[in-house]
């Protein structure tokens, strides 16, 4: 079964400091990999899609792809207490596939 | 970016009556249109898939005769909850993923709150 793996969480961070989210995925024939943040209540929002192994960076945002370890993750730096949300890891094989998310908490 | 609007964004019914969700994408034409389902404190699970003008593919343990979805057009795919009960209430999210577009990243409408009491 492919399956897209998160820690739960919840992990918590002081303001100002780097949070460091982690995702790993079971199909090696992945080729498109995406991070969504998602508030309590509210639909997820695309933060920052990855394709080629290595960084990209967006801002405060940087996501890290590792194809051949099957993990991909996402820096935030500076955080800030609005980053406080959960940040569900995506997979898009056919279809996208979503991992369970990670509840972030960022106290100021 | 890619804007998705689903209506109602919440609605309340009596257990046994039928329910209709809307979702639109507003600037884009959706050849693919997904319907999630999400309980509060869980991830987001994949209801159905559906294509324009053609049958939706469901997921497994997803009764089909009971959501029924309809992708009419590019830009509008309907899930109607029949016989809804209270097991049913839910977070309801539609997400699409537009033609000709390069990157397929899914855009998520707004949600639908449905409570069935």
């Known amino acids: 079964q492919k399956e897209v793996e998160q820690n739960s969480g919840p992990l918590s961070v002081p303001e100002g400091a780097i949070a460091s989210l982690n995702c790993t995925y079971s199909d090696r024939g992945s080729q498109s990999f995406f991070w969504y943040r998602q508030y309590s209540g509210k639909s997820p929002e695309l933060i920052m899609f990855i394709y080629s192994n290595g960084d990209k960076e967006d801002g405060r945002f940087t996501a890290q792809l590792n194809k051949a370890s099957q993990y991909v993750s996402l820096l935030i730096r500076d955080s800030q207490p609005s980053d406080s949300a959960t940040y569900l890891c995506a997979v898009l094989w056919g279809d996208m596939r979503f991992g369970a998310g990670t509840r972030l908490t960022v106290k100021p | 970016g890619a804007v998705v609007s689903q209506h109602p964004s919440w609605v309340i019914c009596k257990s046994g009556t039928s329910v209709k969700i809307e979702c639109r994408s507003l600037d884009f034409q959706a050849t693919t249109m997904f319907w999630y389902r999400q309980f509060p404190k869980q991830s987001l699970m994949l209801m159905a898939t559906?294509?324009?003008?053609?049958?939706?593919?469901?997921e497994q343990g997803v009764e089909k005769d009971k959501f029924l979805i309809n992708h009419a057009s590019l830009t509008l795919s309907t899930l109607t909850v029949t016989s809804a009960h209270p097991e049913d209430s839910s977070f309801y999210i539609c997400s699409a993923r537009g033609s000709g577009r390069a990157s397929p990243e899914q855009y998520f409408g707004p949600g639908t709150r449905l409570t069935v009491t």
């Open positions: 559906s294509n324009e003008g053609s049958k939706a593919t469901y």
